[in-house]
């Protein structure tokens, strides 16, 4: 699967393996790639899952109280797409479970749905969600450094996805393009979705 990231007139492209590990690599010899973090998480619903001993051993305490208000029926949810969202930001730090889920909350106050077009064979519409916002537990934390932007996206009624990336603040700019118009600075492209979820359950 090949997704391509321009950064400023200079193009990268990302190669997703089916261990859903990242390669970026520079297409032209000109300038430096930006320090970059990516990472994808994909979550099946399950109902068997227990999630009030999760809550309380990974979630921030905002996170819990803020998905315990919710009515009953979305609860559960909310927790996968809490799950896939810490998921998606490890993986793009590349520090696994070494990070701890509850040094960062995941903030859903401004969630927003649109839709993007997966091109292919067939083409599909999925639900794509932005507004979705990371906060740090420590201000000296070095992700404050990093300018951050995630969206999450369903599949169908069981699986959705995270997509979480970030550019350090210092260095240019970088947009994926997307289908619809708007002022988000993260934009899917052409990313074989329907293909991640496929490799993950292979």
């Known amino acids: 699967m090949i997704g391509v990231i321009e950064v400023a007139s200079s193009q990268h492209n990302v190669n997703l ?3 859903r590990s ?3 690599t520079q297409s032209t010899q000109s300038e430096l790639l930006p ?3 990516f990472g994808v998480d994909i979550e099946r619903e399950r109902s068997s899952t227990d999630i009030v001993p999760i809550l309380n051993h990974y979630f921030t305490q905002a996170e819990t109280d803020t998905l315990l208000q919710l009515p009953i029926e979305q609860q559960r949810q909310r927790f996968f797409d809490l799950w896939a969202v810490k998921e998606s930001y490890i993986k793009a730090r590349g520090l696994g479970l070494a990070l701890s889920l509850k040094s960062f909350a995941v903030d859903f106050s401004e969630f927003n749905e649109g839709h993007v077009q997966l091109k292919g064979k067939v083409e599909q519409s999925i639900v794509l969600h932005q507004g979705v916002k990371l906060n740090f537990t420590d201000v000296s934390d070095i992700a ?3 300018a951050w932007q ?5 599949l169908d009624q069981q699986y959705r996805f995270a997509i979480t990336l970030g550019v350090n603040k ?3 700019g ?3 393009t997307r289908a619809d118009d708007d002022d988000s600075a993260l934009m899917v492209y052409q990313l074989s979705l329907a293909q991640l979820l496929a490799d993950a359950n292979a």
């Open 170 to 172: 210092q260095d240019i």
């Open 17 to 19: 393996t089916s261990e």
């Open 144 to 146: 404050n450094t990093v």
């Open 174 to 176: 970088l947009e994926l």
């Open 22 to 24: 990242v390669e970026l």
């Open 150 to 154: 995630t969206q999450l996206g369903r």
């Open 35 to 37: 320090s970059l973090f």
